[in-house]
């Protein structure tokens, strides 16, 4: 439908074809639609080297959308460290972790997770940032972005094939654990509670407690 609003945008289109504009919202959404562009990877690197984006903004691929991030606060930055701390401690050189690095999930989406756990690599991913592939577990931590975190991204990761996804979540005081990756999001729910433990599915034997990372 798309397609075709804009092969008759170009064209023009004759009376008995325009649509009736009695409502709105219904002829302005194919309208949207039509306009919108969707940015690839490669492109959205090249808008990065070209410096339109500044050194601090925030800024991500998702679905070819490019998404500004909300400003990071002091909350949300101790329970990342806190993560990078505890889990660096139990996982040793099992493991890599990324803070706040891109991950390529596909041609369409390179998100920043708050951390993504990964496969060792020889070179520390210097040739190319991770896919999904690489990915052991994915976390992000959400305050007033939970809501986004929970409905946009944790489903990207889950579509992507990523195994396992947390999204702390700060206003809720839990931890959500996604697995069962499908195109869809994910298949499997958990809510771990303050008192209750987690062992991601790539280490069964490391247990983390709720308690250690929202307090």
């Known amino acids: 439908m798309a397609e ?10 004759v009376a008995s074809e325009q649509p009736d504009i009695s409502n709105r919202r219904e ?6 639609a039509a306009l919108r562009y969707r940015f690839t990877v490669a492109e ?19 679905g070819g959308d490019l998404v500004m991030m909300s400003p990071i606060g002091s909350q949300h930055a101790a329970i990342v460290k806190r993560l990078n701390r505890v889990l660096g401690r139990v996982l040793l050189e099992r493991a890599l972790i990324g803070v706040q ?6 041609d369409l989406s390179e998100p920043q997770p708050d951390l993504t756990v990964l496969k060792p690599s020889v070179d520390d991913y210097a040739s190319s940032h991770p896919s999904p592939s690489d990915v052991l577990f994915v976390i992000e931590v959400g305050d007033t972005t ?14 992507a094939g990523i195994g396992e996804a947390w999204l702390v979540d700060l ?12 195109p869809a999001g994910y298949k499997l729910l958990r809510k771990a509670l303050p008192g209750e433990t987690i062992s991601p599915l790539a280490f069964p034997d490391v247990v983390i407690a709720v308690g250690d990372v929202i307090r």
Do not use: C, N
């Open 4 to 13: 075709l609003t804009m092969d008759r945008a170009r064209t023009g289109v």
């Open 27 to 32: 002829w302005m959404e194919p309208l949207t």
């Open 44 to 62: 959205y690197h090249q808008l990065i080297a070209s410096g339109i984006f500044g050194e601090d903004d925030r800024v991500e691929l998702i």
């Open 101 to 106: 690095d891109p991950l390529r999930l596909d």
């Open 146 to 159: 939970a809501d986004y975190d929970r409905d946009v991204k944790v489903r990207v990761y889950g579509r």
């Open 171 to 182: 206003g809720d005081g839990w931890i959500e654990v996604y697995r069962e990756p499908s």
